[in-house]
């Protein structure tokens, strides 16, 4: 694979690469063989499975210690074995541990061109305070870009996701991070002409900062969304008209404390003793269902629960669960 031909995420195995010959062998038997769980989606040019993997949870965060870094690999392998394509990162996760893990642990699949890497650029991990910083100027997106790219070991990153930071939850900018979204996405196209990145993908934005960037050519939208938060169905819906994938962060409520767990919630419970299936499971079955333009990227540290949650691409949640579900949050929509 050429990958400055490949028009995605492709991966160098110049170095770091754990492993050898056979599971390069591996690697593309499973190309071609393994189904896409959750079905497909063309995202920044290539076709990818629904079911992704968010690997947020595989680094330090906040203060919490990573996981040994052979689980981490071990997970992320696991995934791919399991039909996964699309995995999510940020250079920020761990202050770079996130993308040396994902860099590591896909170094065998090296000629694979069906793997899209998306990333998040608009913060740096503020060491030692463990505190995301805002990094929002458009040199600092380029130079966040060059070490996404660097840490990563590719030529070009399949998606890049420009995280704003002026809407809640998380950072806040202020002073002269306040940065006008139309330098960003000049910035951000500059990149993509040179090669560097596929795709531009927004994050934590508002209906009319969407609007506003859609003539760059946006591909992919990242806001906090799942069952029990559909605050930006709007936006939802506008990339459904659009074509943009909608990759909700937080589909199982996150790890973090104050943020509502999905499979915590009765109904969902409920829905998961009638089918056989487990609460997360139709969490995620419900996200997969409710609109064809969305893409999971899960987060888990565990084996068990990445296999749990691909499998939930498998689930059919017929119109009464759906309708029963649907109703545990009132659709908010800029129509309403
Ligand atoms: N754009 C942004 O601003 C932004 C912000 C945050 C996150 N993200 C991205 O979104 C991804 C997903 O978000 P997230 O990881 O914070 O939240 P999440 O996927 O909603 O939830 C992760 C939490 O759910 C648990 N979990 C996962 N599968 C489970 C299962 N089958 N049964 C029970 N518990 C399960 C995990 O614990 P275990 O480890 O024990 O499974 C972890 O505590 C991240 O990895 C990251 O790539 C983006």
């Not at 070490?147 to 070991?153: D, I, P, Q, T």
């Not at 006008?180 to 000049?186: G, H, M, T």
């Not at 997360?280 to 540290?301: E, K, M, P, V, Y």
Request: glycine share 10%.
């Amino acid at each position: 694979m050429s990958m400055a031909d490949a028009g995605t995420g492709g991966i160098h195995d110049a170095d770091a690469a754990p492993a050898g010959i056979d599971d390069r062998e591996q690697a593309r038997m499973t190309d071609t063989e393994i189904p896409r769980p959750g079905g497909t989606w063309t995202l920044a040019g290539t076709p990818v499975a629904r079911i992704g993997f968010g690997v947020m949870q595989l680094a330090e965060l906040n203060g919490r210690p990573a996981i040994p870094a052979a689980d981490a690999i071990a997970i992320i392998r696991r995934a791919l074995e399991l039909g996964i394509t699309h995995f999510d990162t940020a250079g920020f996760y761990g202050d770079g541990e996130a993308n040396g893990r994902l860099r590591a642990a896909l170094a065998p699949s090296a000629d694979r061109d069906d793997i899209v890497l998306a990333t998040k650029i608009g913060a740096v991990d503020g060491q030692p305070s463990a505190r995301l910083v805002p990094a929002q100027k458009p040199a600092e997106l380029r130079a966040q870009v060059e070490s996404n790219l660097a840490e990563l070991g590719v030529d070009r990153l399949g998606v890049v996701n420009l995280r704003r930071a002026d809407n809640p939850p998380g950072i806040i900018a202020t002073g002269d991070q306040i940065v006008d979204l139309d330098d960003q996405l000049a910035e951000l196209i500059a990149l993509r002409d040179e090669g560097k990145l596929a795709g531009i993908g927004l994050s934590n934005v508002r209906l009319d900062q969407l609007q506003q960037a859609l003539p760059a050519g946006i591909v992919a939208v990242q806001n906090y969304y799942n069952l029990l938060n559909r605050e930006h169905e709007d936006l939802l819906e506008l990339c459904q008209r659009e074509g943009i994938a909608w990759v909700p962060y937080f589909p199982l409520g996150s790890a973090f404390d104050g943020i509502a767990k999905v499979a915590d919630h009765q109904e969902v419970q409920d829905a998961a003793a009638a089918l056989g299936a487990t609460p997360a499971q139709i969490a995620l079955a419900w996200l997969l269902q409710h609109s064809g333009n969305i893409l999971l990227i899960t987060g888990t540290s565990n084996l068990d629960h990445l296999v749990e949650n691909t499998a939930a691409g498998s689930i059919h949640l017929d119109e009464a669960t759906m309708a029963r579900l649907d109703r545990l949050t009132p659709e908010v929509s800029s129509r309403g």
